[in-house]
């Protein structure tokens, strides 16, 4: 009697009509008000994006409301040639999220339609929670969220969360932050609980922070190592990272930005040439003994732009030396005679053409062979660079102009990676297995370099790796490396960056390497990042294009649920994905103030009273 109670309390409606997933119920007329009674239990009435349960058999089918419309009847006249008082008829409109099966079991999508004339009812809250329970009896599960409008918490399951590549969207102010620390927060604590030696050998983290939100101590984890670099001050972290990585034509080519087909073949030519020569027993002389060569056909060679162009990279060379006094001048002894089309020695009057030993007088061959090269690897990769273009002009191999950018670049960038990388020294990357890169005070150039280099490392090491170990990329403000419209820099390297990305959010979940990107634009990021995501955290957008752009690359998001999202209030997102059998709008749990990513607004209540006290 109980149970036939209950239907009859819960009972609003039957289908009377079906087209496709879009089912019409037709309410019945004394189940109108918004609010039911049920064993002294406030019931809300169905409504628009509440669930809908409508029974065909032994099955239980779930629905979303996604609309209703009322249609007036036909008003009648009593027999006093009075009106009846008018009666409405009120239809929802349905969409099919799934069905319940005999294991109460909530499954996503469509097994059976209904039938016209089946019963529809309330969901009551134990079918509520079948609904939106995502994870497996027994499994790992972190709880960082309730579902908007009710009083439950979401488990979320580690195992179809984590080990995938996730997205987080969502215009400042909207929450967006909060997640993602929460998100790792919680997985940290929960994993760190089971088994926190395994757990901190085994799984590895990388956040890169590009404006400072994550790095302070309470943020996402106290057990994490920062690296606070940057370009404008020295004394900053640096990142540690061995000889022979650095001396990879890739993260050479990186560094200087070359150009595939000439500036790049260059480099692998004198990464050769810098192998051979620190195989010699003295590498050191051996590399004065060919400059020393090079200084005797420089100053022999009757073309004059390129003689003095050499040994304008000779005095580059120089420079490299710690120990080289900048006032020696070494054209001082040596002039070009314009007859004669070549250097003569200005002392004996000598012509180096007919007179090759006479170089050996020079003061340019005389600080050649006083050249100490510096014991910084970049500053000797330098030199080498300026040696092998030296021995390619004067072999005809190469043209100055296509050659020449390349070192310049690098050569730009010295200072920065001197500050950023401490190459070939001691220290490992991996202090802790939870690293955050705070790129708040670097540069806009290496903000772009940096993320990659050392994304693209680390995914390299991670798949030489044992199958037990798994590395998350996590990029804060993903649209700074990952957009498409970046105008800084040359169209061939901001396609190798796309790439190299791409790359690993395609091919990494094979080797444990999961990504996590979280943007206020996702129209600007490649829409083969975007659409390779496999959970989505959706905050508020109001955008057009971003909105095109989530409709297009995140899957079973109904209409109603779609179109909600610009007026998401903060905190609330749309959650979407393999992790879930039909989207879900819930609120992320805020974190306590100590432990939020400092990205809120700053309040003029804090302000002004310090700018009138004169602070």
């Known amino acids: 009697m109980d149970d036939l109670v209950q239907d009859a309390v819960l ?21 109108n008000l918004s609010d039911m009674f049920l064993d002294g239990d406030v019931l809300k009435n169905i409504s628009v994006n509440s669930y809908i349960e409508i029974r065909k058999g032994f099955l239980s089918i779930i629905g979303r409301v996604e609309g209703e419309h009322v249609e007036d009847t036909a008003v009648a006249l009593d027999d006093a040639g009075r009106h009846e008082d008018a009666r409405s008829k009120r239809t929802l409109t349905v969409s099919l999220s799934g069905y319940i099966d005999q294991n109460s079991v909530f499954v ?10 089946d019963e529809a009812y309330i969901v009551t809250r134990e079918k509520i929670h079948l609904v939106h329970n995502l994870a497996a009896p027994g499994a790992l599960c972190v709880n960082l969220a309730t579902i908007f409008g009710e009083d439950f918490d979401v488990a979320f399951p580690v195992d179809r969360l984590f080990n995938t590549h996730i997205a987080i969207f969502g215009n400042t102010g909207s929450g967006k932050s909060n997640t993602l620390a929460i998100l790792y927060q919680e997985l940290l604590k929960t994993l760190d609980k089971r088994n926190s030696k395994a757990f901190r050998a085994n799984a590895h983290f990388v956040l890169f922070d590009f404006n400072g ?31 022979d990585d650095f001396l990879d034509l890739d993260v050479l080519s990186i560094l200087a930005d070359a150009t595939e087909k000439t500036q790049k073949p260059f480099i692998r030519r004198t990464l050769a040439f810098y192998r051979r020569v620190h195989g010699s027993d003295d590498p050191d002389q ?29 005095e580059e060379i120089l420079q490299l030396d710690d120990s080289y006094n900048d006032s020696t001048d070494i054209r001082a002894d040596i002039e070009w005679h314009n007859k004669s089309q070549e250097f003569y020695f200005k002392s004996t009057g000598a012509f180096f053409g007919s007179s090759p030993d006479s170089v050996q007088e020079t003061a340019l061959y005389a600080a050649i062979q006083a050249l100490t090269p510096s014991s910084s690897l970049l500053a000797r990769v330098i030199l080498f660079l300026y040696s092998q273009l030296i021995g390619d002009i004067i072999a005809n191999r190469a043209q100055n102009e296509h050659i020449a950018p390349v070192i310049n670049r690098l050569k730009s960038k010295k200072s920065d990676i001197d500050k950023l990388f401490h190459i070939g020294g001691a220290g490992k990357f991996w202090e802790r297995n939870f690293v955050v890169v705070n790129l708040d005070d670097v540069n806009l150039d290496m903000k772009k370099t940096l993320p990659l280099l050392l994304s693209r490392k680390l995914y390299a090491e991670q798949k030489a790796a044992s199958d037990s170990t798994s590395l998350s990329i996590i990029i804060d403000e993903a649209h700074n490396i990952l957009s498409t419209d970046s105008f800084r820099e040359a169209e061939s390297w901001k396609d190798y960056r796309l790439e190299t990305f791409e790359e690993i959010i395609k091919e990494g979940r094979k080797f444990g390497v999961f990504v996590t990107i979280a943007s206020q634009r996702p129209n600007d990021i490649s829409p083969t990042i975007t659409s390779q995501a496999h959970n989505y955290f959706i905050h508020r957008l109001i955008n057009e294009r971003d909105l095109q752009t989530i409709a297009s690359a995140v899957s079973y998001i109904d209409r109603v649920t779609e179109e909600s999202i610009p007026n998401l209030p903060t905190g609330t997102c749309v959650f979407s994905g393999v992790a879930s059998q039909m989207p879900l709008k819930i609120n992320i749990r805020p974190l306590a103030d100590d432990a939020r990513p400092r990205s809120g607004n700053r309040q003029f209540s804090e302000i002004v009273p310090q700018l009138l006290l004169g602070v």
């Open 11 to 31: 009972r609003i409606g039957e289908v009377c009509g079906v087209d496709g997933r879009r089912i019409y119920v037709l309410v019945d007329r004394n189940k």
């Open 108 to 117: 996503g999508g469509t097994r059976e339609l209904p039938l016209i004339g």
């Open 213 to 243: 939100e994550y790095a302070h101590k309470n943020c996402i984890t106290e057990r994490k190592k920062v690296y606070e670099l940057s370009t404008r001050a020295k004394g900053g972290d640096r990142i540690p990272i061995s000889a």
């Open 286 to 314: 051996f590399i004065r003994n060919i400059l020393l060569k090079r200084v005797r056909d420089a100053l022999c060679m009757s073309d004059k732009v390129r003689a003095h162009l050499l040994i304008d990279y000779f």
